[in-house]
């Protein structure tokens, strides 16, 4: 089955709405992109995030800034946006574009998510890699990760169950443990410390919440 990429857009201007789709669309035109002002609150923008379940989240770092096409205020910034979202799920696929980079780059804890506005068209005769296959890209990554270690967690909790499990092997089940939930939802996540022998029954349920998780890429 072809796996579905849904990538968000949120600024508040129109303009930048249609140079993004046009970006995608000669860079990714597979992409289900979904163009988006931000909502005036945070929690409704997530809320918003949380209903359509996008793969990817882009956004604009100020979206308070022009007023032609929104007229409220919106009481946020990109970057803090972002770090509620990896506060809800760690390492999820979410980007920052600026033209204001000193800025952006002093509000974020990772430099790496944030991208200047004038160097996302790149040319194709350059030798960099467009900003939507970077998108793509990390889309990947991050569910690699997920699917390596759901597999190997699996394996983990088959060597338990037949008695073969060593003491590094359930620090290891509780390292697998700790990452799989934390990209599910970090809020819930158990301590470390509170995991020496993670419940098989809770271990089992994580890895189908982590099965329902994937089956949203695909």
């Known amino acids: 089955m072809i796996m579905e990429y849904k990538i968000m857009f949120i600024d508040e201007e129109s303009t930048q709405h ?3 789709e ?3 669309e000669k860079y990714w035109p ?3 992109v979904r163009c988006v002002f931000p909502s005036s609150t945070l929690n409704e923008m997530l809320e918003e995030i949380e209903q359509w379940q996008p793969n990817a989240i882009i956004v604009d770092f100020q979206l308070n800034d022009k007023k032609t096409d929104i007229k409220y205020n919106v009481c946020y910034n990109g970057v803090e946006l972002l770090k509620e979202i990896q ?3 760690c390492d999820f696929p979410c980007f920052v574009i600026t033209s204001y980079d000193d800025d952006a780059v ?3 804890d990772d430099v790496n998510f944030v991208y200047i506005k004038k160097n996302l068209h790149f040319s194709s005769d350059c030798g960099k890699v467009p900003f939507a296959q970077r998108v ?6 991050y569910l690699a990760r997920i699917k390596n270690a759901k597999a190997e967690l699996s394996i983990l909790l088959e060597k338990r169950k037949s008695g073969k499990a060593n003491v590094k092997d359930e620090e290891h ?5 700790s990452f799989l939930e934390k990209t599910i939802d970090t809020t819930g996540a158990i301590p470390d410390e509170m995991k020496h022998l993670s419940n098989m029954d809770r271990l089992n349920s994580l890895i189908d919440k982590v099965d329902q998780l994937i089956g949203k890429f695909e």
């Open 173 to 177: 089940i509780v390292e697998l443990d």
């Open 87 to 89: 506060l809800q799920k």
């Open 106 to 108: 002093a509000d974020s």
């Open 18 to 20: 249609d140079e993004f």
């Open 30 to 32: 597979e992409a289900n």
């Open 22 to 24: 046009n970006h995608f």
């Open 136 to 141: 793509k890209s990390q889309i990947d990554k």
